[in-house]
């Protein structure tokens, strides 16, 4: 899988248990490709352009980028769509489903007892789906742990097995993170097979699992 900026000439390789980072020295073109990818995700028009075997992928669908790592988007609508499918066929399978089919039928039985009450014409969908339940529920993921190495790892998580998300992008992350909590992040990585893409726009040293490309501000690739 690769992604490429097509403003550079550079292209990003995303290998097994090996991290991208791309130090972006030119300040302006830094912020400008930050700005595209979220549009992209966003499902926006951008210059990103993201492959694997030569087939395109949907960054909207495939990468997520966080700008503030202090304040991760868990809830994302991606997220809980996600978790509500996943609790949706567990509440359908054979152990499930009897139960489910009774407390639907409640909530259709309470549901006509209010209208009976009233004196105008109301209708409801009885044979509603289980995910629009959870979404009336306000269901949603718990905050994350309050240590933030610990929080990173745990909205990778949700990332990986709701999202099903390829690549987890971060700005600046090198910035918060010692260099063991890096190694340590990293592993939590390749361990669950979620590839990371590392934006900088300095970098002071390099770690063994890092593939570094740095671009300088005149857009030369020096690295």
């Known amino acids: 899988m690769k992604l490429v900026y097509t403003e550079l000439e550079q292209q990003l390789i995303f290998q097994e248990n090996r991290v991208n980072v791309l130090v972006m020295e030119h300040k302006e073109l ?9 549009k992209q995700i966003d499902g926006g028009e951008g210059r990103f352009v993201l492959s694997d075997n030569n087939k395109i992928l949907k960054i909207d669908k495939d990468v997520c980028l966080v700008v503030n790592p202090f304040a991760l988007e868990i809830n ?26 009774r407390v639907k039928g409640q909530i259709a039985e309470y549901t006509y007892g209010l209208l009976n009450q009233v004196d105008y014409a109301l209708k409801f969908q009885d044979d509603f789906n289980l995910q629009s339940l959870f979404k009336a529920l306000e269901l949603e993921f718990e905050d994350g742990e309050e240590n933030f190495l610990e929080g990173l790892v745990y909205f990778m998580d949700v990332c990986s097995k709701f999202q099903k998300v390829k690549i987890l992008a971060f700005v600046n992350l090198k910035t918060y993170l010692t260099n063991d909590e890096l190694k340590n992040f990293y592993k939590e990585a390749f361990y669950r097979k979620m590839h990371l893409l590392l934006l900088e726009n300095s970098v002071e040293q390099e770690l063994a699992e890092e593939v570094v490309c740095i671009v300088d501000g005149d857009l030369c690739v020096v690295k």
């Open 30 to 38: 830094f912020r400008r490709m930050i700005q595209e990818l979220a």
């Open 76 to 101: 994302s609508r991606k997220a809980l769509t996600g978790l509500y499918n996943e609790l949706g066929k567990l509440g359908i399978n054979e152990e499930n489903y009897l139960n489910t089919c």
